[in-house]
């Protein structure tokens, strides 16, 4: 049989022989123990001592009734304990993440089924409703017969949400270690999908969130995130932490989020920075942000005209390169300046002993550092360009300007 959070609260438990005991005030899932099984339900009865039934003593459950397998003497004393997940307090009408959906959704009400154990009833956690139903059943709880209710939610449209499915939403650190709140899920969303929905979430929720995340995912939501909100964020980390995440970023991302900061507050984290990741985020840092060394990343792949593409890619997998962000490979001649570019698919396509420099794109375009932003966007318009070289007074290559650092210039615009 299956149930709902709304008819279990405010259940009246009676034990073995009858005797009434009180109503449920509220029910708690163990997460160190059994994810998704309701352990205890919290009993009340006027002024009398608060009683916790654990899940193998209760016999039958039904709607508005529990019955119990053993006396009130039985019963213990509650004890609040934060590792417990409350559902009421904790679930409904909280906002909780949607891993599947990719999106920050309210719980209107949560969906048990039944589960017989050695003569008794559990009771399992299986999904959330955060449609129409669970609405209406929260609003008429404890108004109209709960035969009635599910009457009338019959005919409303369905949105629920597997429990597997579902990340909790917890400010406070020491509780989410006690509730055994991960972020594993969140970290398979993509990052702008991540940053999306914490921007509906409160200051302090996006602040947990952060802080749990590893520091890789977090330098590419924090990198997704509005600027303000990263500034938010960021204040409020622990220095060491948010060190952490700058190293995993880009660097023209780093010197992005870091531009935004306040300038005491700027040096203290890039002395906290390896020496050789700070030295590259202050050598961006010191470009007019509205020229081609103010929008180039340092962070680019570079190699020999005259190598083959055997040699190319056999080199590409010895290093660690972000392959999903690896569109164009910059070339340079004998002399260390820069001699053209080439597309990562045209590699693939030649023939093993064919030279990259015989690949190069046509015509061959790059800017210096100093060029203005305006004439770097109206390159990249005009030659439908994926990544502009930027090279220094002797031609030699020194950062690389893609096309998603303009479309976020345009954007912000």
């Not at 339900?41 to 009734?65: E, I, K, M």
């Not at 006690?178 to 996006?206: F, G, Q, V, Y």
């Not at 660690?320 to 004998?334: A, C, E, R, S």
Request: with cysteine; net charge negative; aromatic share 4%.
């Amino acid at each position: 049989m299956q149930l709902y959070a709304t008819e279990l609260i405010g259940s009246e438990t009676y034990d073995d022989q009858g005797h009434f005991v009180g109503r449920v005030r509220e029910f708690f899932i163990e997460p160190a123990d059994q994810p998704n099984r309701v352990s205890r339900y919290l009993l009340s009865r006027g002024r009398f001592q608060l009683l916790l039934a654990r899940h193998d003593q209760v016999a039958q459950v039904a709607p508005g009734t529990i019955r119990l397998n053993c006396s009130e003497r039985a019963l213990e004393a509650y004890r609040p304990n934060e590792a417990w997940l409350a559902v009421r307090k904790d679930l409904l009408d909280q906002q909780i993440i949607d891993t599947k959906g990719r999106k920050v959704v309210r719980v209107n009400d949560v969906d048990l089924a039944e589960q017989r154990t050695n003569g008794n009833v559990e009771l399992r956690l299986t999904q959330v409703d955060v449609g129409l139903p669970g609405a209406v059943r929260r609003l008429l709880q404890g108004v109209v017969a709960p035969a009635v209710v599910r009457k009338l939610g019959e005919n409303l449209p369905q949105r629920t949400i597997r429990w597997e499915f579902v990340n909790l939403i917890e400010p406070d650190p020491l509780r989410r270690v006690k509730l055994r709140i991960t972020h594993e899920k969140l970290e398979d969303l993509h990052p702008a999908d991540l940053a999306e929905m914490m921007e509906r979430l409160s200051a302090a929720e996006r602040q947990g969130i952060i802080a749990s995340l590893d520091e890789e995912t977090a330098a590419a939501v924090l990198a997704e995130l509005d600027e303000r909100l990263t500034t938010q964020i960021v204040e409020k980390l622990d220095p060491e932490k948010v060190a952490d995440i700058l190293e995993e970023m880009a660097p023209d991302a780093a010197r992005d989020l870091l531009a935004e900061l306040p300038k005491e507050t700027s040096e203290e984290l890039l002395e906290e920075m390896p020496g050789r990741e700070a030295a590259e985020v202050r050598e961006l840092m010191a470009f007019d942000p509205k020229t081609a060394g103010g929008m180039m990343n340092t962070d680019f792949v570079f190699l020999g005209e005259s190598s083959t593409r055997e040699e190319v890619l056999q080199w590409m997998k010895t290093q660690d390169l972000n392959f999903d962000q690896l569109d164009t490979v910059v070339l340079l001649d004998g002399a260390a300046q820069f001699s053209g570019t080439v597309s990562v698919a045209r590699l693939l396509m030649a023939g093993a002993d064919q030279a990259a420099g015989e690949l190069k794109t046509e015509p061959l375009l790059s800017v210096t550092a100093d060029a203005d932003e305006a004439d770097v966007v109206d390159l990249f318009d005009k030659y439908n360009l994926r990544m502009l070289t930027v090279v220094d007074e002797h031609s030699r290559p020194m950062g690389a300007i893609t096309v998603d650092d303009v479309v976020s210039r345009l954007v912000k615009k």
